[in-house]
Structure formats: C-alpha cells, structure tokens
C-alpha cells in the first residue's frame, strides 16, 4: 500500500502562482508513475504532469510552458509549481501514484482562478 498526502492549493487570481506537494509513504518503490491529474466539475479526470519510470517527465499539451513537476532527492515528495495560472486551471488536482496493476490517489486539493 502506498499513501499519499497533498498540500497547496487555494485560490489565485489569473496569471498567478500556486505550488502543489504531496509526500509518499509506505511501499514507494512499487511505484512506477508519481504525478498529478486534475478533475473540473462535469468532466474527467485527467493527467496533468508525472514522472515516468525512466525519470522523464510528461506534461498534458495545456499546461506545457506553465506547470512543471518537481521532486525531492528521496524521491518521496513531488511538487507542482503552477505559473501563469487560468480560469480553466481550476479543477480539484490529485496527486497519483501507480504500480504495475494498482492506482494510489490523493484526497484531492481545491485550486480555483479567477478571471
């Protein structure tokens, strides 16, 4: 099993910044992607940014330039930093962590921009 726990989040006007973090524990090696997705009230859940098992990065094609996914040297900890913000960011954002036949998801953090 593996936990997972988000901070950040918030609300921002647009064009601002806000950073994301959440902390791994239990079995992390496990772990083949760590990352983020977003879900907008009436749509999907979709990927944001992760890291891939090979260490490279993927970004979803709207927040190329803006978004970038960070972690800490133990590989524990992932960031999200959040720049030039839009309305359409808003979304609640979780953090995910998936095994080779298992998905681990955060609670779910709120960030809302404002026009």
């Known amino acids: 099993q593996v936990q997972l726990a988000e901070s950040g989040g918030g609300s921002v006007q647009a064009g601002g910044s806000l950073t994301l973090s959440c902390s791994f524990s239990?079995?992390?090696?496990?772990?083949?992607?760590m990352g983020w997705y977003r879900q907008a009230p009436g749509k999907q859940r979709d990927l944001v940014a992760r890291?891939?098992?090979?260490?490279?990065?993927t970004y979803a094609n709207s927040v190329k330039g803006r978004f970038t996914i960070s972690r800490d040297m133990g590989e524990t900890t992932i960031h999200l930093e959040m720049n030039s913000l839009k309305p359409e960011d808003t979304a609640v954002y979780y953090c995910?962590?998936?095994?080779?036949?298992?998905?681990?998801w955060g609670q779910g953090t709120q960030v809302t921009v404002s026009a």
């Open positions: 890291f891939n098992g090979d260490g490279s990065t």
């Open positions: 239990g079995n992390i090696i496990s772990l083949i992607y």
């Open positions: 995910n962590g998936r095994a080779r036949s298992l998905n681990f």
